[in-house]
């Protein structure tokens, strides 16, 4: 298993799993500025089904955590839908806490 991170010009990171030749998980992250400094943000993990319960969504979130912490994030947010509980257990179970309600607008 190989783990590759790339860094764009814009501030996100495309953090990619592959075994041998294949990409089997992937996640998007993305580096916010606020008044209080800079945090992270956890869009579109993704592990192909046959690699789930493996592990690999769990090494994606704890590459995104160290990368958070060298470019100094106070803080990291990750989130889902409400009917996604087995996504609320993965993400608590990594050391994040249910902290409020995700407002949203289609465009």
Known sequence: MTLYTEKS????????????????GS?????IENRQGQYGLIEDIEVIEK?????????????IIEIAKSEDCYKIIATSRT???????????????????EFRKDL
Do not use: M
């Not at 495309?14 to 294949?22: A, H, M, Q, W, Y």
């Not at 996640?27 to 580096?31: G, K, P, T």
């Not at 509980?85 to 309600?101: A, C, D, E, P, R």
């Open 27 to 31: 996640a998007y992250f993305y580096i």
């Open 51 to 63: 690699y789930r319960g493996q592990g690999i969504g769990k090494e994606l979130v704890k590459n």
């Open 9 to 24: 010009f814009t501030p996100y990171h495309i953090i990619s799993i592959f075994r041998r030749d294949e990409k089997i």
């Open 83 to 101: 009917s996604r509980k087995n996504v609320h257990k993965f993400y608590t179970s990594l050391g994040f806490k249910k902290w409020g309600y």
